[in-house]
């Protein structure tokens, strides 16, 4: 089954942004192939009832700032772009507290693709998934 | 606690300016939200996520989002 997944860049500023689901929680995440992981923000993961004394660990990431230290939680649902993920583990990173300030709610990195093949068609501004 | 009708965002961005809106049963079109009800807003992302935890378990589902502008033509390398 392919799904078609529309997405809008704006200008070149613009990433690419799909929707995702953290348990009741609707998240917009930027879809990037660039990061190892997915990451997602502090916030998020809190007013979905997640605590801090549900970190596995942490981890270290080199991000554009530097080096830079996140925590690994277990997300119980996690979806985006048709695919469903149950006890996920995704890296946290409080974005709000370091300056990162953009209108997303985290990252899809690569650890979300399992066998999935995604294209990118820049051309008519979609994501085709292949489930 | 504060709890309105279903509102579109352009409304809640009149209504709460600059501020971070929890919103339950948001309404997206692809990724832009339409509007749903709100049930906080402030200028504090983080109280807002404390206080919307029990909140938001009434509903199927909810977003946080900001009602001002980001910078745009900013450069992003994440």
Partial sequence: MALKIPFKRANEGSLIVVEGKLDGGKLLLAFDTGATHTILDLTAVLLAGYSFKQIKRTAQFVAASGIVEAQIFVIENFSAMGIERRNFEVSVYDFMSHKFVLDIDGVIGLDFFDDEKVCIDFEKQELTVHL | ?78
Avoid: C
Wanted: a negative charge; glycine letters at 6%.
């Fill in chain 2, 1 to 78: 606690m504060e709890e309105t009708a279903l509102l579109s965002f352009e409304e809640i961005k009149m209504l709460y300016p600059n501020e971070w809106v929890l919103i339950a049963e948001p309404e997206f079109v692809n990724t832009e939200i339409q509007g749903g009800i709100v049930l906080l807003h402030g200028k504090d992302r983080r109280e807002i996520a404390y206080s919307g935890r029990d909140l938001v378990k009434n509903y199927e589902s909810y977003t946080l989002r900001f009602t001002g502008d980001f910078p745009k033509n900013r450069r992003i390398w994440l």
